[in-house]
Nanobody, 120 residues
């Protein structure tokens, strides 16, 4: 069974940076897309950034130029480098991954979430 384990959230001042990491664990699976979403109180969960297995990336307009998504396929890990953080970036950040197990089952998984709080 595939599980996603996140780390790297925390409290930071406006203008600061944080690096989020998410590792997929389990046996016998491959990963297609990996991404980061976020959800602020009272808001819907929204896409922050997405990266395909080949490395193609997609960003929300609100984070373009400030956030960078990357992945290490050998480590089954996706990263989100967040720079020039703003108070409006405050949210719970969730990792997401989809792919297939070697037995042929498709999966679509979420991490447990990591809190990012940006103070003004």
């Amino acid at each position: 069974q595939v599980q996603l384990v996140e780390s790297g959230g925390g409290l930071v001042q406006a203008g600061g940076s944080l690096r989020l990491s998410c590792t997929a664990t389990g046996i016998g699976f491959s990963i297609n897309n990996m991404g980061w979403y976020r959800q602020a109180p009272g808001n819907q969960r929204e896409l922050v950034a997405l990266i395909t297995r080949a490395g193609t990336t997609n960003y929300a307009d609100s984070v373009k130029g400030r956030f960078t998504i990357s992945r290490d396929n050998a480590k089954n890990t996706v990263y989100l480098e967040t720079n020039s953080l703003k108070p409006e970036d405050t949210a719970v950040y969730y990792c997401n991954a989809d792919g297939a197990t070697y037995s042929g089952s498709y999966y679509y998984k979420w991490g447990q979430g990591t809190q990012v709080t940006v103070s003004s």
